[in-house]
């Protein structure tokens, strides 16, 4: 008895020692851009004194913790659609932070680089296109020398965002893949194996000879996967790497900057690319949130959207926002109120 | 096959010292087989761990934090050890796991007592379905629950106090029932004699069947910590993380298994896993060690 | 005797913890899976479709009811040997001594060891070994997990059984022995009819331990969303699909993922009745 009063005791002591301490923002949702959102949030703790807790829930997850207003910020790969919008308490702004692409990793030993184009790409995950040796791969291949292997698909079994720009860009480029499978962050995949998370996929596709996969770009640049070139809505043949994706943020953007910008018509475009967002309520005077929580919680934005935290998006393999998008986050980011009035200047 | 038995039984072959013998030592040499697999899947699996994590074991790595993907990166560009530790994850499961077993402990003995004093009756016997059904929940959905009952309306926010009770949940059915079991094995005559000393009811319990059953409650405890450690699912939705050590139940806080799943899907950091894993079976260890140290003091 | 009155009024409201936490569990459980309740009804049980696409949302929960009894049940029939083994190694022919301490505390260090740790192990371990034998084409699928899953429900198993063994009362074994029994008939009609209740109740545990692990599983199975046809095809288990589409579902899709878990209990509940009803039938 004696001893469950003192461990309550100390508790609440705990609990009382951390009132006088710097600001703590907490944030929460996709995994997509998590490696760099760490990286930058440390710098900013030393930077700024202020403490930024970031879960990587999910998308799901992140949108679902905003709307029960128990985050600061939620972070999703996938936007918010006019229905969702609907279904959140108040109306929610998105700040893209950076993007990241889908690349297509392979398992074939002694082949150097392949050229797929959508048509092609589709097939194969459609199941039509089911060895290696198939006449399609070798027209658009001249010089590889394919073997007779049937063809392992590996998908996620995780939703995620990665398979909904995957999906999304795959329902834009071809009929078939539209009115079967469709777009979404988890899909009924006609044929394959599903392996959880990206080093999940990766790791099937290391292991199992005559693979082909999808892949989040922040984890094949740093693996350094061999992946295939695709080729884009200009007839090139892109390689997936960060300027090529920042490339397709290029084009014309929306101004609440909600667009998936797979099948980009930039001519350096990788065409499987897409921005991840930063998601908070446009009116910060909710649930007895002080001023301060919210200047706190915008400063950090307005800083990931900067110079210096789009710098350290590039040295850990995420394309930062070009300038244009920049500035639409920028100016995003002053039209959030804290009742009534502007945040920040 | 009745055939060879009815020769048997009539050659008094079936209860010959020969035939009894021969079984008692297949069976003995089928119990050293299987234990010896047993063991050996242990040997697999913990060397595989050592192997893989040694490297990345130093003294850093029980006083920093845990690392960001740049750091990471460029330590092993340059063949380095990745600099930082977990010490943030180590509190942060401590942490945890002390307050859920101040919620689960106390709770489960208790409701174990309840069910070994009353165990024919047909309420404890719903009771005890419950609790073994409680066991088969997925912790994903144990962290479901604590996210709405705890999360949303308590802390309103992620928190450690959430995370805490998710664990206790889990704790609760493995600590019941083992404290139960453990209880039923105590030889009634002793309880019959205290009794018929006159000792009150608390006593009884408190004095001769708990002190009786004393191992039988540490292994059931010692299970249930060890269970808890190691659970990602829960806590994610729950406590959700923390760059820093953390002592206030109603913020988030961090844990030695977040950061090994976020470890994991880092590409720069996942060497860091098998580590991290090492921490923990040696701190079930050091438990371990504890609990029959304990044990053998009271004997 | 009113301190008598007193206690057994405080263990009787103690046990209604258990009651209030389930029912907190199967009330949410139950609010959240309205939606899908309401639109698939009975089907839900039987249809083997499961399709998150936007416009034509269709789920059944077959396919992972039918994985997830496959996995736990066999890995139950995996680990009960070897566990039942372990647990005579430890507390009755090696009891006592340094081995049998040390043994007892390495398969209790395999609880410690997070599910995540499991599955990657499996994955470079196992998997590979099972393309080896020619058995599957990339190593997934249910036997590679109910394989790890034994692994893991061993010292579930073996910890209460361990208990319950090592109390069974010298004196009634010492006797059987001046009877002129052999060690296996002490242990077939001494330590076992003692030992039963506790050992029963370690393999309900250890299979709750199956069939609610989500990690480990979902990294093995390959996630088909196909009705396994053999030992070595991939399939889906209910704990594995709700821990890998939660994060990221909404509406229609989340609500068929709470009903999926509300069915676990369900099924958890069968299985364990079940598995009482067999042990009381063989005793």
């Known amino acids: 008895m004696k001893k469950s009063i003192v461990l309550v005791a100390l508790l609440s002591l705990m609990t009382l020692g951390n009132k006088v301490s710097a600001q703590s923002i907490s944030g929460a949702g996709a995994t997509f851009p998590e490696p760099f959102y760490n990286a930058a949030f440390a710098t900013y703790q030393r930077l700024a004194n202020a403490k930024v807790t970031y879960g990587g829930i999910g998308s799901g997850g992140g949108i679902r913790s905003l709307k029960d207003k128990i985050v600061d910020f939620g972070a999703s790969d996938a936007f918010l659609t006019n229905q969702e919008l609907h279904g959140m308490p108040a109306p929610v702004v998105h700040i893209p932070t950076c993007s990241g692409a889908v690349v297509v990793a392979y398992n074939l030993p002694g082949v150097k680089q392949i050229k797929l184009t959508p048509t092609v790409l589709a097939s194969i995950f459609l199941g039509q296109i089911r060895n290696w040796n198939h006449p399609a791969l070798k027209k658009l291949n001249p010089g590889v020398r394919f073997p007779n292997k049937e063809i392992t698909v590996v998908h996620r079994s995780d939703g995620s965002g990665t398979t909904n720009m995957f999906t999304d860009y795959l329902t834009k480029v071809n009929n078939v893949w539209r009115s079967k499978v469709g777009a979404g962050k988890t899909v009924n995949w006609p044929v394959g194996v599903g392996a959880k998370g990206n080093p999940g996929v990766a790791g099937a596709i290391h292991q199992t000879q005559g693979s082909i996969g999808y892949i989040g770009s922040e984890y094949a640049f740093a693996q350094r996967e061999p992946s295939a070139l695709i080729q884009n809505k200009a007839g090139k043949f892109i390689k997936a790497t960060v300027a090529s994706t920042s490339a397709a943020g290029k084009g014309k953007i929306p101004a609440d900057t909600r667009v998936m910008l797979t099948n980009s018509s930039a001519p350096t475009a990788y065409p499987i690319a897409g921005f991840t967002w930063l998601l908070i309520y446009k009116d910060q005077a909710y649930n007895n949130r002080s001023l301060a929580q919210a200047q706190a919680t915008l400063k950090l934005i307005d800083w990931m959207v900067s110079r210096n935290a789009q710098g350290l998006a590039v040295k850990t393999n995420y394309a930062p926002l070009p300038a244009g998008v920049a500035a639409r986050a920028k100016a995003i980011l002053r039209t959030v109120t804290y009742k009534g009035k502007r945040i920040l200047k | 096959m009745d055939n060879i038995i009815n020769i048997g039984k009539t050659a008094g072959l079936l209860s010959s010292i020969g035939y009894r013998k021969a079984k008692n030592n297949i069976f003995k040499i089928l119990v050293m087989v299987f234990s010896f697999l047993t063991i050996s899947m242990v040997f697999l699996i913990i060397g595989t761990l050592l192997v893989k994590g040694y490297k990345q074991i130093n003294l850093a790595f029980f006083t920093q934090v845990a690392p960001d993907t740049f750091t990471a990166m460029m330590a092993t560009a340059n063949g380095e050890v990745i600099p930082g530790g977990i010490v943030n994850g180590i509190l942060g499961s401590i942490y945890l796991v002390l307050i859920a077993s101040a919620i689960a402990i106390p709770m489960g003995i208790v409701i174990g007592v309840y069910l070994s004093e009353n165990s024919k009756k047909k309420y404890a016997c719903v009771i005890r379905d419950l609790a073994d059904i409680m066991q088969g929940v997925p912790s994903i959905v144990i962290g479901i629950i604590a996210y709405i009952w705890v999360v949303v309306p308590l802390t309103k926010g992620y928190s450690v106090l959430a995370g805490g009770v998710a664990l206790a949940i889990m704790m609760l059915p493995l600590i019941v029932r083992s404290t139960e079991e453990s209880l039923k094995m105590v030889p009634d005559t002793l309880k019959e004699a205290a009794i018929a000393l006159g000792t009150p009811y608390y006593k009884v319990i408190w004095r001769v069947l708990i002190p009786t059953s004393f191992s039988g409650l540490i292994s059931g405890i010692l299970l249930a910590v060890s269970r808890v450690l190691g659970e990602t699912a829960p806590l994610m939705l729950t406590t959700l993380g923390n760059p820093d050590v953390n002592w206030n139940v109603a913020k988030p806080g961090s844990a030695v298994p977040l950061l090994i799943w976020q470890f994991y899907n880092d590409p720069n950091m996942v060497n860091l896993i098998w580590s991290s894993t090492i921490f923990l079976m040696g701190f079930v260890l050091i438990l371990n060690l504890i609990s029959k140290w304990i044990g053998a003091k009271r004997k | ?283």
Request: proline letters at 4%; aromatic letters at 10%; glycine letters at 8%.
């Open chain 3, 1 to 283: 005797m009113n301190s008598d009155k007193i206690l057994k009024r405080v263990l009787f409201f103690s046990s209604l913890v258990i009651v209030m936490i389930a029912a907190a569990m199967v009330f949410s459980l139950f609010e959240g899976s309205l939606p899908s309740i309401s639109k698939f009804g009975w089907r839900f049980l039987i249809s083997d479709k499961w399709d998150p696409t936007q416009g034509s949302e269709n789920y059944g929960a077959l396919l992972f009811i039918v994985g997830t009894i496959l996995t736990s049940v066999l890995a139950l029939v995996i680990a009960i040997p070897l566990a039942f083994c372990t647990s005579l190694f430890v507390a009755e022919y090696f009891h006592g001594t340094k081995l049998a301490s040390i043994v007892g505390t390495l398969v209790d260090l395999l609880a410690g060891i997070p599910s995540i740790i499991y599955g990657l192990w499996g994955f470079y371990i196992l998997c590979p070994l099972v393309v080896e034998a020619g058995l599957s084409p990339q190593g997934f699928g249910i036997f590679t997990s109910a394989l790890i899953l034994a692994i893991m429900i061993v010292p579930y198993a073996t910890s209460l059984s361990n208990t319950t063994i090592a109390m069974v009362p010298n004196d009634l074994k010492e006797a059987a022995y001046a009877l002129g029994a052999t060690r296996l008939e002490v242990i077939r009609t001494v330590i076992l009819p003692n030992a039963r209740s506790g050992m029963t109740a370690s393999y309900i545990l250890a299979f709750g331990r199956a069939i609610g692990e989500t990690l480990a599983v979902t990294m093995l199975i390959g996630n088909e969303n196909a009705i396994p046809h053999g030992l070595f095809s991939t399939g889906n288990t209910m704990a594995s699909v709700i821990a890998n589409q939660f994060g990221e579902a909404s509406g229609l899709q989340l609500s068929a993922l709470i009903e999926l878990a509300l069915l676990l209990f369900v099924i958890t509940t069968i299985i364990n009745a079940i598995g009482k009803y067999i042990i009381k039938k063989i005793g």
